[in-house]
């Protein structure tokens, strides 16, 4: 039997998302997805371990209500401007089913989702899913915001797009963008606007106002990478309430689970402790970007927990292969703009000395 025949065409014709390579090595240093290399915070571990009783067998809050308060607090706005999700990827999806029509007979913006590339390739699976156009306007050489020209002379890209995505600080590059950056290139825009700041904790700015100020714009936020819960999955978004009710309409029943949620509740309540961690992964990164640096590497300035890097002498792929082949793992992207390239996740000192060892090795 064919049982592809059961599959709709749209599916069968995806390309998912490929996540970040998960092996099971012993001593592997592993610097290819972006994790935290802290842990979470005591007072974390001590919350989700008293959390795992007898609740386990009731449902969850099933609008994360505590923890919307707690985040309204820390962005100074009201509980309606947040809704949270099982991680950002979620929320994304979310985004997409809320504000974009499948193709068809509909106006063109109306199932327009549009993003800057090289961005995080999980945005055209998520327009590919929905049935939508996805539109990618290249950035600048340099990864930076692409001109109105470079954004007129792109097929397909719409002021009045239904969604547009911006990944700020920039994944793979690092780079990021400044608030009157992001806000002319928002109130640009006519559709939703969602600015991804999942890397916001390891930058010197951020751009969380501009949800409290312009009514088509989400910032999409993670406790996956600044606060150390990647295994627990919950990111959130912050806007204009109609944007934000429209998402909480369509938003599964317990979305997140209840371990979750009493995991970010304390994350909160010991932000000193993750903020220490959020200087010591900077102070890293500014030292292994250095040294790198000094070992005929480019480096790209970055202000997320990871570089990007064209490594001398050899190619990006066969640097994969070299590293790997010595028990470190690192990030290459078989993508334009990005093939000569590796990104590299900031680890703590020892492992940034174990990769910088292996450079040289492989340098002699």
């Given at each position: ?11 069968r014709r995806l ?11 012993d001593g592997l ?11 979470p915070s005591p ?322």
């Open positions: 039997m064919d049982n592809e025949k059961f599959v709709r065409p749209l599916v390309r998912a998302y490929v996540p970040g390579e998960q092996p099971g090595i240093v592993k610097l290819n997805t972006n994790e935290n290399p802290y842990p007072k974390v571990l001590r919350a989700v371990r008293r959390a795992a009783d007898g609740r386990l067998r009731l449902y969850p809050p099933p609008t994360a209500q505590a923890l919307r308060e707690r985040l309204a607090r820390l962005h100074r706005c009201r509980p309606e401007n947040v809704v949270v999700g099982n991680g950002s990827d979620e929320l994304l999806a979310m985004a997409v089913r809320a504000f974009v029509e499948p193709a068809g007979r509909v106006p063109a913006a109306r199932s327009t989702v549009q993003w800057l590339a090289p961005s995080y390739s999980l945005y055209p699976v998520l327009a590919e899913t929905h049935g939508a156009r996805g539109v990618a306007a290249p950035l600048e050489p340099d990864f930076s915001l692409p001109s109105p020209a470079r954004l007129r002379r792109t097929p397909g890209w719409r002021r009045d797009a239904a969604l547009t995505i911006v990944t700020t600080p920039n994944a793979p590059s690092g780079r990021a963008y400044s608030r009157p950056e992001l806000e002319a290139f928002a109130s640009s825009l006519r559709g939703v606007v969602v600015l991804d700041e999942a890397y916001a904790d390891f930058a010197d700015g951020h751009a969380m106002p501009l949800a409290l100020r312009l009514p088509n714009v989400l910032v999409a936020r993670t406790f996956s990478k600044g606060y150390s819960l990647c295994f627990l999955r919950v990111g959130y978004f912050v806007g204009h309430p109609t944007l934000i009710a429209a998402l909480d309409r369509i938003r599964d029943s317990y979305n997140v689970n209840g371990l979750a949620q009493v995991a970010a509740l304390a994350a909160l309540d010991d932000l000193p402790y993750y903020r220490r961690n959020f200087r010591k992964v900077i102070a890293t990164r500014e030292r292994l970007s250095a040294r790198l640096a000094s070992l005929g590497f480019e480096v790209l300035p970055s202000r997320a927990n990871f570089v990007l890097v064209r490594p001398p002498r050899f190619p990006a792929r066969d640097w994969l292969a070299r590293l790997r082949a010595r028990k470190i793992l690192v990030r290459w992207f078989d993508l334009p703009r990005v093939r000569e390239f590796l990104r590299i996740t900031v680890g703590v000192d020892r492992e940034a000395d174990a990769l910088l060892r292996a450079a040289r090795d492989i340098l002699a």
